[in-house]
């Protein structure tokens, strides 16, 4: 996989973090910096660790669909793209969503990066089917969620939902068409 299908991957993958950080954003009256780092680094060490275990996880059954490896991938990428582009039109945008205080602690915070990081994962099972470099993919996924999560929490109060809902969407189409170019590349080689 080439360096710039990694990179589309990794901003595709940091978009749901990226509305999530808006949403955190968008609470508070005046965004500091040091905030928004902390909360851009805490996200972009989650979301670049779960790539590495669904890669584990991929690895370790790739010797059982090698034949099918690129329709796994192709299959896995469209549905994550489908699901992204479908939360972004229908409002789905739970991470957003404040549930009180344990949202607000630093646990609260880490479990939003979970849950916002489980698409990773099942792009790290794809990349075990793929000529990928886990290591390279894992810390462009975490170095573009911590870009995107410090930049969506600055700006949050500003952008509102309205821009966190069409990045989602945005992601969703990537994820759909990289998943496309591998089909395609595997198909025509065969």
Not at 15 to 43: E, Q
Not at 72 to 79: D, Q, R
Request: aromatic residues 8%; proline residues 2%; hydrophobic residues 55%.
């Amino acid at each position: 996989m080439s360096l710039i299908n990694l990179i589309l991957i990794a901003f595709a993958m940091s978009t749901d973090a990226f509305a999530a950080a808006i949403g955190k954003g968008s609470r508070l009256s005046a965004p500091r910096l040091f905030n928004a780092l902390k909360l851009g680094l805490l996200f972009g060490v989650i979301e670049g660790v779960t790539p590495v275990i669904g890669w584990a996880i991929g690895s370790a059954g790739q010797s059982y669909i090698e034949q099918i490896d690129h329709w796994v991938a192709f299959g896995l990428l469209f549905m994550l793209g489908a699901h992204m582009i479908y939360a972004s039109l229908n409002g789905d945008d739970d991470e957003s969503e404040d549930t009180g205080p344990v949202k607000s602690s630093v646990l609260g915070t880490a479990l939003t990066a979970v849950g916002t990081s489980i698409d990773a994962m099942a792009v790290g099972v794809s990349f075990a089917f793929l000529d990928v470099n886990i290591a390279v993919a894992a810390l462009l996924i975490g170095l573009a969620t911590f870009i995107m999560v410090t930049i969506g929490a600055l700006l949050g109060q500003r952008l509102g939902n309205l821009v966190g809902e069409r990045a989602e969407a945005i992601g969703g189409v990537v994820l759909i068409t990289v998943g496309s170019f591998i089909l395609y590349s595997h198909l025509s080689a065969a």
